[in-house]
């Protein structure tokens, strides 16, 4: 395969073509290959809490990227799972209908899942995602800093400490410019120097900033040659711009579906721990129809594999493949990205790009 050259793709930065080859994914309804099924008279175990709202956060972020790409046309990366914790959180600290709007707004239905049955899902969301890995880094957190004049009840700060795992800081709004410089070198320190400056100016009449970070870093399963990077690929920003990249490349086994429907072409990269990467490539002129169907983050990806940040039977030994039969996929225009953790199922990452080297 073939992919976006040595270099780093700050989100909104830079990385690109693929040319592979791939493994087409299994038929809808059809078991993958040596995929083990569990004995019927087996009983299973009850689901994890974060199976009560891993779903609606997906559902979450395709509505919000829907919304994002129709009001921006340059590149896109956001963390749902980062936005979609934030705003659960937040709703703790309203009351009544204000509450109940925010969940809401996430998605949730109330009467089918309780408020308290939300927060305890992104509870055990949140600590899976933070169980160590030798294979990969994942880091999600939240703070709050809080004015010296506010006075929060300890049951909500005791609540955001024991669901979302947030701590709280007492901060002097009253010297924006010195707060500001403060909390922006504590998001440096956690996402390890990957997002500098991420916050707006403060006023005076700030009062509380909460704050939610993602840091993932692993390395592909698969990794790239980087001697076989390109260093000069054309990269087709739309038709009258046309950009030269490094672009990584590869010859790999790949799972890779077409679909003709849609128009699109579906590529999936695994990572060598948790997670893997699907890349959308629509065909020339359709990325607004693949679009209708289907904070700020930063991404470097090189040949090694993908580090990241931000204020099923698909993963089965694919049989072997006639390497003359197989299909390349060239990434050397616009297309989308979703980064998905394996075993909570939740999507950590969604976005589009659309110009590489734009920052």
């Given at each position: 395969?073939?992919?976006?050259g040595p270099a780093?793709?700050?989100?909104?930065?830079?990385?690109?073509?693929?040319?592979?080859?791939?493994?087409?994914?299994?038929?809808?309804?059809a078991?993958?290959?040596?995929?083990?099924?569990?004995?019927?008279?087996?009983?299973s175990?009850?689901?994890?809490?974060?199976h009560?709202?891993?779903p609606?956060?997906?559902?979450?972020?395709?509505?919000?990227?829907?919304?994002?790409a129709?009001?921006?046309?340059?590149?896109?990366?956001?963390s749902?799972?980062?936005l979609?914790?934030?705003?659960?959180?937040l709703?703790?600290g309203?009351?009544?209908?204000t509450?109940t709007?925010?969940l809401?707004?996430?998605?949730?239905?109330l009467?089918?899942?309780?408020?308290?049955?939300?927060?305890?899902?992104?509870?055990?969301?949140l600590?899976t995602l933070?169980?160590p890995?030798?294979?990969?880094?994942l880091?999600?957190?939240?703070?709050?800093?809080?004015?010296?004049?506010?006075?929060p009840?300890?049951h909500?700060?005791d609540?955001t400490?024991?669901l979302?795992g947030?701590?709280?800081?007492?901060?002097n709004?009253?010297?924006?410019?010195?707060t500001?410089?403060?909390?922006?070198?504590?998001?440096?320190?956690q996402?390890?120097?990957h997002?500098?400056d991420?916050?707006?100016?403060?006023?005076?009449?700030?009062?509380?900033?909460?704050l939610?970070y993602?840091?993932?870093k692993a390395?592909w399963k698969?990794?790239?040659d980087?001697?076989?990077?390109?260093k000069?690929?054309?990269?087709?920003?739309?038709?009258r711009?046309?950009?030269?990249?490094?672009?990584m490349?590869?010859r790999?086994?790949h799972?890779?579906?077409?679909?003709?429907?849609?128009?699109c072409?579906?590529?999936q990269?695994?990572?060598?721990?948790?997670?893997?990467?699907?890349?959308?490539?629509?065909?020339?002129?359709?990325?607004?129809?693949?679009?209708?169907?289907?904070?700020?983050?930063?991404?470097?990806?090189n040949?090694?594999?993908?580090?990241?940040?931000?204020?099923?039977?698909?993963l089965?030994?694919?049989?072997?493949?006639?390497?003359?039969?197989?299909p390349?996929?060239?990434?050397?225009r616009?297309?989308?990205?979703?980064?998905?953790e394996?075993?909570?199922?939740?999507?950590?990452?969604?976005?589009?790009?659309?110009?590489?080297?734009?920052?």
């Open positions: 395969m073939e992919m976006m780093r793709l700050w989100l909104l930065g830079a990385w690109i073509l693929a040319s592979v080859h791939c493994q087409p994914f299994p038929a809808h309804g078991k993958s290959p040596g995929a083990h099924q569990p004995p019927s008279h087996q009983l175990e009850p689901a994890p809490a974060y009560k709202v891993t609606t956060i997906t559902s979450f972020a395709l509505r919000l990227y829907k919304r994002l129709a009001g921006t046309p340059g590149n896109i990366l956001f749902p799972v980062s979609s914790s934030m705003l659960a959180l709703s703790l309203a009351q009544g209908d509450s709007q925010i809401e707004g996430l998605g949730f239905n009467t089918e899942t309780p408020a308290a049955d939300v927060h305890r899902g992104f509870q055990s969301l600590r933070d169980l890995s030798p294979k990969l880094e880091k999600v957190g939240s703070s709050l800093f809080l004015d010296k004049r506010l006075k009840l300890q909500f700060l609540s400490k024991e979302y947030a701590f709280a800081f007492s901060a709004f009253s010297d924006p410019a010195t500001w410089r403060q909390i922006n070198e504590y998001v440096r320190k996402t390890y120097g997002v500098t991420g916050l707006p100016q403060f006023s005076h009449d700030t009062l509380m900033v909460l939610n993602i840091f993932f390395k698969h990794p790239f980087r001697y076989q990077t390109r000069q690929e054309s990269f087709s920003v739309d038709d711009t046309s950009l030269r990249v490094p672009m490349q590869q790999e086994m799972r890779f579906l077409y679909d003709q429907e849609v128009a072409t579906v590529l990269i695994e990572y060598s721990g948790n997670a893997w990467l699907l890349l959308v490539l629509p065909d020339p002129g359709r990325m607004r129809q693949v679009e209708a169907v289907s904070h700020k983050a930063a991404v470097d990806m040949e090694k594999g993908t580090q990241a940040a931000a204020a099923s039977g698909l089965s030994q694919p049989p072997p493949l006639n390497a003359t039969s197989a390349h996929a060239h990434f050397n616009p297309f989308l990205l979703l980064l998905w394996v075993t909570t199922q939740s999507l950590l990452f969604l976005g589009k790009v659309v110009n590489p080297v734009a920052g």
